[in-house]
């Protein structure tokens, strides 16, 4: 290096005076304050390992004896007797089976794949069916003096998810570990694994349980969980295409689980983007009063009391549209916390920070956790999908 001469006024710009020359002042470096809420993964329930170790999570869905169904084929006129259902194992003698069109028949035979009828049950009157209508079991109408029918039996089902494993290290140098920064002024590899610790792997684990897809894994591919979002997670959804979420919508949505399971067992907490908390709280404007002495004004929806139960709106900031992350997914899910329960593989997998071998004057620290989602009674939920995420979509949000 050289000395650096002029001959002129000096000024404190680097073009008169070397910039190493400066002495810089950094005395106010303030904490972390980025979001680092993670509202799913601290609402839902956390559990121990599974009693058997293993990568896949299986529980079991029970399911009532089906009454809903359509045609497999049309029926062509008033006086055929031969009808196609698309699940013929739904049947037995005796059914009594409604058309769209009122008629009601009842089952006196059932085939392989069709059912012998007797139309007009009752007096109602029989006519031709479309392929593809709605048909209702209603009931069982036996003769006196006959022998009991033969009836279905509805078995269970078997849904799963897979664990999966969050796993980085970070390494420093000696000199790096102790040489201070403006940022960290004692030990820089300790800040960072708490910094790991406490946001960057509960954010990943957050995101994951909203948006992972499930898969097995291989020799040469890592397994991974099914988020909430996983369609055999909820039973009940409604796809908005783009359209606005109205009041209307939200409580055409949560009748179906309503009639799935009833007022005391649907999910009653709605988590979404805060947008969707303020399209809520939209739906109202237009009939909020003030009197001449008000000098506050609310603007807030925490809940909201329907025929069907009373909600709660939780609003979750990690559920961000992935092309443009100011604006939201379109994706609601309204669902009880306790049915989700959040399963570390075994007592050792549970958020951890491990040593890892060093071979040289460094050291490195993994930060480590392997967990799995089990998604309970999918019937209490509902999913609403794809609803606008446009501002200016929604009437009175944007003047």
């Known amino acids: 290096m050289a000395a650096t001469t002029a001959n002129r006024a000096m000024s404190q710009y680097s073009g008169d005076t070397p910039s190493d020359l400066f002495i810089r002042d950094v005395s106010k470096w303030p904490k972390l304050i980025k979001r680092a809420e993670f509202p799913l993964t601290s609402m839902i329930k956390h559990v121990g390992p599974l009693d058997r170790r293993m990568n896949k999570i299986e529980w079991g869905i029970s399911s009532l004896d089906p009454v809903n169904d359509t045609l497999g084929g049309a029926v062509a006129d008033a006086s055929t007797t031969t009808v196609t ?25 059932v085939g392989a794949s069709t059912l012998t009828v007797a139309r007009g049950f009752a007096g109602t009157t029989a006519a031709a069916q479309s392929n593809g209508a709605g048909i209702r079991i209603i009931g069982i109408a036996v003769k006196e003096n006959a022998e009991s029918p033969l009836g279905p039996i509805t078995q269970g089902e078997v849904d799963y998810n897979y664990f999966q494993i969050f796993d980085e290290y970070v390494q420093f140098s000696h000199r790096a570990r102790v040489t201070p920064t403006y940022e960290v002024n004692d030990d820089r590899l300790t800040h960072e694994v708490q910094k790991k610790l406490s946001t960057t792997m509960p954010q990943h684990l957050e995101n994951t349980l909203l948006w992972g897809v499930r898969s097995l894994g291989s020799t040469t591919a890592p397994s991974s969980m099914g988020g909430v979002f996983t369609s055999s997670y909820y039973t009940s959804s409604t796809d908005m295409s783009g359209a606005i979420l109205t009041e209307y ?41 003030l009197n ?28 961000t549209s992935i092309t443009n992350p100011s604006l939201p997914d379109g994706r609601i899910l309204i669902f009880d916390p306790e049915d989700f329960e959040l399963i570390p593989y075994d007592t050792e997998s549970k958020w951890g920070v491990w040593a890892i071998y060093e071979g040289g004057w460094y050291s490195r620290r993994a930060i480590r956790g392997d967990y799995g989602l089990r998604a309970m009674n999918p019937e209490r939920r509902v999913a609403i999908l794809n609803a606008s995420t446009t501002a200016a979509d929604y009437p009175n949000f944007t003047s």
């Open 249 to 289: 919508d939200f409580l055409e949505a949560v009748q179906k689980g309503f009639n799935q399971v009833g007022k005391n067992l649907v999910g009653k907490v709605v988590m979404a983007h805060p947008f969707y908390k303020r399209v809520f709280a939209n739906w109202y404007n237009n009939i909020r009063q």
């Open 292 to 319: 001449g002495s008000d000098t506050t004004i609310t603007n807030q929806m925490d809940s909201l009391a329907t025929d069907f139960g009373t909600f709660k709106f939780v609003h979750n900031h990690w559920m």
């Open 85 to 109: 259902p698309t699940n013929i194992g739904y049947y037995m003698e005796n059914h009594i089976i409604q058309f769209p069109s009122g008629e009601q028949v009842r089952v006196t035979a």
